[in-house]
T-cell receptor, first 112, second 114 residues
């Protein structure tokens, strides 16, 4: 029940295309859903996050769509760029515990 | 957001030895956490480092193997004890300022056990 399932495991997108990564969760107590971006040799960096009181959040080229009833959320990267090539992790936490449960990760490659 | 540094950035250790990893935040944070990221894998929470008291460990992690200290609101250490090759991983610390804040990560310590 604590799992967060992420797909796909890897993704190849052409420059300018849309990258879509999906996550699903079981624990209805989760109330915070961040996405992290990780480059090789670096720690994860927060990209964007959403709480269940909204269905969508957009920051620049990055959008989170959230479906509370389906217990799913997704990351959309518009106009994908080669510099977006990285590993993306969704995560979830509940309350103010700060304890993050991470998805399995998606390796994104954006081809020039 | 605040910045976290970790020392060492990487190390190669012999089986049976111990390594202490230091984590320093440039501002006070309510919570600090330690995560493990095995090669090519996701992050798994090891424990919550509690200031002034014993750490809270997640299932599968024990204090004897991963003793943790947190003497103040900006510093924590994680020791990987009696290491085996299975402990080869990246160890990451994170800081969380509390409600409404974002959790941010250090650069990680890449540990290789021979």
């Amino acid at each position: 029940q604590q799992q967060v399932k992420q797909s796909p495991q890897s993704l190849i997108v052409q420059k300018g295309g849309i990258s879509i990564i999906n996550c699903a969760y079981e624990n209805t107590a989760f109330d915070y859903f961040p996405w992290y971006q990780q480059f090789p040799g670096k720690g994860p960096a927060l990209l964007i996050a959403i709480r269940p009181d909204v269905s969508e959040k957009k920051e620049g080229r990055f959008t989170i769509s959230f479906n509370k009833s389906a217990k799913q959320f997704s990351l959309h990267i518009m106009d994908s760029q080669p510099g977006d090539s990285a590993t993306y992790f969704c995560a979830a936490s509940s309350g103010n515990t700060g304890k993050l449960i991470f998805g399995q990760g998606t390796t994104l490659q954006v081809k020039p | 957001s605040a910045v976290i540094s970790q020392k060492p950035s990487r190390d190669i250790c012999q089986r049976g030895t111990s390594l202490t990893i230091q984590c320093q935040v440039d501002s006070q944070v309510t919570m600090m956490f330690w995560y493990r990221q095995q090669p090519g894998q996701s992050l798994t929470l090891i424990a919550t480092a509690n200031q002034g008291s014993e750490a809270t460990y997640e299932s599968g992690f024990v204090i004897d193997k991963f003793p943790i200290s947190r003497p103040n609101l900006t510093f924590s250490t994680l020791t990987v004890s009696n290491m085996s090759p299975e402990d080869s991983s990246i160890y990451l610390c994170s800081g969380f300022p509390g409600q409404g804040g974002e959790q941010f990560f250090g650069p990680g310590t890449r540990l290789t056990v021979l």
